[in-house]
């Protein structure tokens, strides 16, 4: 069978983003094929993990992705930090006698971010509002490839592996079933230490911060990477939930027109035509020019302007999402604008992680120790149909069928955009939603 029918009948999507069905992205021809190992966001471990674990089954992938999409170049790209990852990979590299390069690049944020990884390893600069294929790459997160590898060999996507830390007794790497309930996934990390926290789901410049209570109805993902709890006052906590309107006003009264968070956003540097502090004045001003509105749409929302660059502690980046979000509902698209010049101070404007994770008030966390990974054996699951860019998936089981582990839950017609979908445990079918609740057969029996 194909490289992509595997996929596509094993449900992968890119596990770094939003969940793009990975069998629709690798269906195409390209130079480059570069596989992101960055891990740019602070005190995530996962990607590392893998590298560690599992670097033959990542070459092997490797090769016979670059062989589908008829790639010249197959890279990985990460930090040159990462010396016991590069060891085995390489390691892997010469036991296969595989043409797979390392690229390596300094700790800044954010490394890992597709279009800077892309200017990084090719010096090529992706268009504004355009996609890697633009310019002859296609970029796959290390953790995706090692779906595919498990795809190759008929093993659907049914578990996730976790970074979990912060204010947690045991901080852990969990492989987890997909559907389990985040509440569950820390009682495996002994419990939270504290009464009142909030947990962000991902990274903490990009991940979404949820209640306590939201962590029984919330459940892990195929492109959820970390828990990371943090006290219910932490500063991370009032910076991203401030309420659109404040920010607003905020950007009317404090907004001083400094342009930091114009000079330190790294789509501007790469040349892209986005300047957050016009936005921002735009936005307070109450004066809506279009043009300038529509820079939101090409912003990745990385959060440099809001979490490092701006002096008022401002929140561009919010104010980016919100425009993002009404341009899109009212079927605006970016209309491409020619590249300015990379600038030139490039370099000297990366954020370095260190001082990142100081800003963010994180540094108690950053030096946890994490141990083996632990798998998880959950007794209920609920599976989200849509975990992915596109259609949900259309279950094909109904209440009270009992489904091994493995088994296709969901399926996706072929040529749609979606992804298919499996039971992460055995057990009996007890709901079918928006969620495909499963029942491990001694909980029903009970
Ligand atoms: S960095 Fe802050 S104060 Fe300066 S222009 Fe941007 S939003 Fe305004
Ligand atoms: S979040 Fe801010 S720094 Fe990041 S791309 Fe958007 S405007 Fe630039």
Do not use: W
């Not at 070459?59 to 010249?72: F, H, L, P, Q, R």
């Not at 268009?127 to 290390?142: C, E, Q, R, S, T």
């Not at 399926?411 to 495909?436: D, R």
């Amino acid at each position: 069978m194909e490289l992509l029918d595997k996929i596509y009948n094993s449900g992968v999507v890119g596990v770094g983003g939003a969940g793009f069905p990975t069998h629709i992205k690798l269906n195409c021809q390209v130079e480059y094929l570069i596989i992101n190992s960055a891990e740019c966001e602070p005190l995530l471990e996962v990607d590392k993990y893998l590298m560690r674990q599992r670097s033959n089954q990542i070459i092997i992938a490797i090769e016979k992705m670059a062989e589908s999409v008829k790639a010249e170049h197959m890279i990985i790209a990460l930090k040159s930090k990462y010396k016991e990852e590069i060891k085995s990979l390489q390691n892997a590299i010469d036991d296969l006698k595989s043409n797979v390069k390392i690229h390596t690049f300094e700790n800044f944020y954010p490394a890992g971010d597709e279009q800077v990884m892309v200017y990084e390893v090719t010096k090529r600069v992706i268009p504004a509002g355009g996609i890697p294929l633009d310019v002859g790459v296609v970029v796959n997160n290390v953790a995706t490839v090692v779906n595919i590898y498990d795809a190759i060999n008929d093993n659907p996507v049914v578990d996730k592996y976790l970074t979990v830390v912060g204010e947690v007794k045991e901080p852990k790497f969990l492989k987890a079933p997909i559907g389990l309930a985040v509440s569950e996934a820390l009682k495996y990390c002994g419990g939270v230490v504290r009464e009142d926290y909030k947990i962000i789901l991902g990274g903490p410049m990009m991940g979404k911060i949820i209640d306590k209570e939201d962590a029984k109805t919330t459940y892990i993902t195929k492109t959820l990477g970390s828990l990371i709890v943090i006290p219910a006052d932490h500063y991370m906590v009032k910076r991203k939930l401030k309420p659109i309107t404040q920010i607003i006003n905020q950007a009317r009264t404090a907004c001083i027109q400094c342009k930091m968070c114009t000079d330190m956003c790294p789509r501007n540097l790469m040349g892209h035509q986005l300047r957050p502090h016009k936005i921002m004045r735009a936005m307070g001003a109450g004066v809506k020019n279009k043009d300038t509105l529509m820079e939101a749409l090409i912003c990745s929302e990385c959060g440099v302007c809001e979490l490092y660059a701006c002096p008022m502690g401002l929140s561009p980046r919010l104010v980016n999402a919100f425009i993002k979000n009404e341009l899109r509902n009212n079927g605006v698209r970016y209309d491409r604008k020619p590249l300015n010049e990379v600038n030139q101070l490039r370099e000297y404007r990366k954020v370095p992680v260190s001082r990142l994770i100081s800003r963010l008030d994180l540094n108690i966390y950053k030096d946890t120790k994490l141990g083996e990974i632990e798998n998880i054996k959950a007794q209920k699951v609920y599976i989200p149909l849509s975990q992915h860019i596109g259609k949900p998936a259309s279950p094909v089981v109904k209440v009270g069928d009992i489904v091994e582990k493995g088994q296709l839950i969901g399926k996706i017609e072929l040529g749609t955009l979606g992804a298919n979908i499996h039971a992460s445990i055995s057990g009996k079918v007890c709901e079918v939603g928006e969620y495909i609740a499963i029942m491990k057969d001694s909980e029903v029996n009970q």
